[in-house]
């Protein structure tokens, strides 16, 4: 029997998933957490052969850092990823995480125990992709995520602070208070990260602000170029 830790931040989906497996013979559910942190002490403590997780979770680490985690420390443990994201940017995160499936919150009670029976016997399932489309997503976000390190040794660690915030959907006022900043400098900032990185307009830059912390956040371990620069910037974000 196989056991199961679940780690989501609401009640409803891990009671969902529970009742899922309550008619199980080959799994059992051990523990259950609201947050990354909470799991990973779960984990620690217990035998666990299975973990599903939430990929976002508001308080302390995510299901994407738990995931890294687990599999550093545990790596013949399984790991699966449950989410409401289903755009590829998500599914490359989960393929850097080493996760072994990924499956949508949509369709649990219809896949969830099939597709992990799969993935205990050593298949990958990542929201129905096939291999030539994982393979061909990582290669594309692989691609953009170098061009991220480029954009970085184009900005200041200023303009990192900026465009972090951005990121966060913060007006230039917003932005200004957080930095203790003037509002005018906010938005020279602003117009130099868009000159710098050849950006037209305000929604490309929230859009591509956006696209450069993800990638930050996912893709910042094994990325070797320009690695000095790009591991300090990573800190200077916090994320």
Not at 27 to 54: P, R, V, W
Not at 79 to 95: C, P, Q, S, V
Not at 129 to 145: M, V
């Amino acid at each position: 029997m196989y056991n199961v830790i679940i780690a989501d931040d609401h009640f409803l989906i891990r009671e969902g998933i529970k009742k899922i497996f309550e008619n199980s013979r080959n799994f059992k559910i051990i523990a259950e957490a609201s947050n990354g942190d909470s799991a990973m002490c779960l984990i620690d403590q217990y035998n666990c052969d299975l973990l599903i997780s939430d990929i976002s979770m508001p308080d302390g680490i995510d299901g994407l850092d738990l995931v890294k985690e687990l599999k550093n420390k545990y790596p013949e443990s399984k790991a699966i990823l449950i989410t409401m994201f289903t755009d590829e940017t998500y599914i490359y995160g989960a393929l850097i995480s080493e996760a072994d499936g990924m499956i949508s919150k949509d369709s649990l009670h219809k896949d969830l125990l099939g597709r992990i029976n799969s993935i205990m016997n050593g298949e990958k399932y990542f929201l129905g992709k096939s291999e030539k489309e994982l393979k061909q997503i990582f290669e594309e976000n692989k691609k953009f995520s170098k061009k991220v390190v480029t954009d970085l040794n184009e900005l200041s660690l200023r303009e990192i602070d900026v465009i972090k915030l951005i990121a966060d959907g913060m007006t230039s006022t917003e932005i200004a208070a957080k930095l203790n900043i003037n509002k005018r400098t906010v938005d020279t900032h602003r117009q130099h990260i868009m000159s710098k990185l050849q950006i037209k307009s305000t929604p490309e830059l929230i859009l591509r602000a956006a696209k450069i912390k993800e990638m930050m956040r996912w893709h910042y371990n094994w990325i070797s170029t320009n690695t000095d620069l790009f591991t300090y910037s990573i800190n200077k974000m916090r994320i």
